[in-house]
């Protein structure tokens, strides 16, 4: 290490650090884009801006301290790069490179203690999916662990330590993109154990085209949320319930709303009873019962970030708005020219 | 029509509204160029006449003239002075008259094939010149996330 860089990582070492309580307590993250500026914000229970800091480029999703007042933003897949904010501040604190070959995928998530950093990634040649490892005391790359799939996306840590991973199966160029194996991809949930061994995995045997892309935790169940890369003239759901030990549940919405979702879910979030996806496809949020009866359907373009509010939802669309959904009806919060990305993401609810 | 007035989530803006009837239009052309007009065409090697659209009924062809015609009136409603994307509608038109195949059931023959898959291309090109013309003009996009697949 050169001495200038261990010298900046002691002073961020030792360095008394924000707490989120310091800088008023936000209860999600979004990013955004304002005119042709990318931002993050850190939005208050009541969808207010608190915070605002600039970002390079667009934004995916972002993942929270849990204490400290520090986000991680991930760029679009494949990205190269993350970067640690100081939310306080508004600078970038660090910048995580993966390893050489690694690509980072969109989403990452802390530990409960904040000393952990987890991101998923891929193998750039293969899609082969990797969890990266951080030491978020000056974010230095501990090591990285196999996700047991292709092409991870959404990853998130149970109360118990458990990490479950959305491997999403596609295997993608690692230039354009474009998608490489859609008629053998095989798409499984996987869960790692604190020291990165496979606990269990499930996979659908019968719509292995659907691809597992976002997680969320209901209860002791994880509701999974699924694009469609197969016919689309067939309906299928989108959306998954797991509680390890038993068989997955599949949630199958209304039939007049089967194609509602346009195969395609972009968000998943779940609060005490309810579990909602969205699709900004479709324009669409649905609701679902916590053993997977479909609830309500809600339409709105381009609807797309999700995350629980209290026993309602709060969700953003790439319109500008910010609304908080429930059984009955689509509540607008606020609205404006803000374009809101994929993701809205809760900040643990000990800071709240 | 309720778009921008209390109780009404769904269009928060006038704006919002045309967005929606502007996104319905890239969408529409979508569907028929990948679905209505792609699934059939398959591939030059593999052609499937036996997913055509309302195959059994004889409309194949047809619906996709109406489809066409629809989303004409469509696009000239929201922007009527979009000459550009009209003119390309219109030639749109014109190949799909050409056809004399109500079911598609003549596209293992390489002519039929290639005409069809010309007829995509200008649908194609139809939607590419509706999103240039009357996008900008009207001061709208298609969605932020729903164009952004992840």
């Given amino acids: ?352 | 029509m309720t778009a921008g007035q209390p109780g009404n989530p769904r269009f928060l803006t006038a704006d919002e509204a045309t967005q929606a009837l502007f996104t319905q239009l890239a969408t529409g052309l979508e569907y028929l160029a990948d679905r209505r007009i792609g699934r059939p065409l398959g591939t030059f090697d593999k052609p499937r006449p036996d997913l055509a659209e309302a195959r059994a009924s004889g409309r194949s062809a047809r619906n996709i003239t109406l489809s066409l015609q629809g989303l004409r009136g469509l696009a000239q409603q929201i922007h009527p002075d979009g000459q550009r994307t009209l003119a390309a509608f219109d030639q749109a038109l014109k190949l799909a008259a050409d056809f004399d195949d109500p079911t598609l059931a003549n596209l293992a023959d390489p002519q039929a094939w290639l005409k069809l898959q010309i007829l995509q291309q200008t649908v194609r090109a139809t939607r590419d010149t509706a999103l240039a013309e009357i996008g900008p003009a009207l001061g709208v996009t298609l969605g932020f996330n729903a164009q952004d697949g992840d």
């Avoid at chain 1, 991101?119 to 501990?142: F, H, M």
């Avoid at chain 1, 160029?173 to 061994?197: E, F, Q, Y």
């Avoid at chain 1, 209290?310 to 959904?325: I, P, R, W």
Wanted: net charge negative; charged share 15%; aromatic share 6%.
């Fill in chain 1, 1 to 352: 290490m050169q001495r200038r860089a261990f010298l900046a990582s002691l002073a961020a070492a030792c360095a008394p650090r924000m707490t989120w309580a310091d800088v008023g307590s936000p209860a999600f993250l979004a990013a955004c884009k304002q005119g042709e500026a990318f931002f993050l914000h850190a939005l208050s229970a009541a969808g207010e801006t608190l915070i605002e800091v600039p970002l390079p480029g667009r934004g995916h999703a972002a993942a929270a301290h849990p204490t400290r007042a520090e986000a991680v933003a991930f760029a679009r897949r494949p990205g190269t790069f993350a970067l640690v904010l100081d939310c306080a501040t508004g600078r970038v604190i660090n910048r995580l490179t993966p390893p050489e070959g690694q690509q980072f995928n969109g989403h990452g998530v802390f530990s409960a203690d904040g000393n952990l950093l987890m991101t998923s990634e891929v193998i750039a040649e293969t899609s082969a999916g990797r969890i990266g490892l951080w030491d978020t005391r000056s974010y230095t790359r501990l090591t990285d662990w196999p996700s047991h799939g292709l092409g991870p996306h959404e990853i998130r840590l149970l109360p118990n330590g458990t990490l479950a991973i959305a491997n999403g199966g596609i295997q993608t160029d690692p230039v354009d993109r474009s998608k490489l194996n859609i008629a053998t991809m095989h798409p499984n949930l996987t869960l790692l154990s604190p020291d990165g061994d496979l606990i269990d995995q499930i996979d659908l045997p019968d719509l292995r085209q659907n691809s597992i892309r976002h997680l969320a935790l209901a209860g002791e169940a994880i509701a999974f949320a699924m694009q469609w890369e197969g016919d689309p003239a067939e309906p299928v759901p989108q959306l998954g319930l797991w509680t390890p030990g038993t068989a997955p549940i599949l949630c199958e919405p209304s039939p007049q709303d089967a194609f509602a979702m346009q195969g395609y879910a972009g968000s998943v979030a779940a609060t005490a009873d309810r579990v909602l996806i969205t699709s900004p496809k479709g324009g669409v949020a649905m609701i679902f019962t916590a053993d997977g009866t479909h609830k309500a359907t809600h339409r709105r373009a381009d609807l797309c970030g999700a995350a629980p509010l209290g026993s309602d939802f709060l969700l953003t669309d790439g319109l500008g708005a910010l609304l908080t959904a429930d059984d009955r009806s689509l509540t607008p919060l606020r609205s404006g020219k803000t374009a809101w990305d994929n993701h809205l993401v809760p900040l643990a609810k000990t800071q709240i």
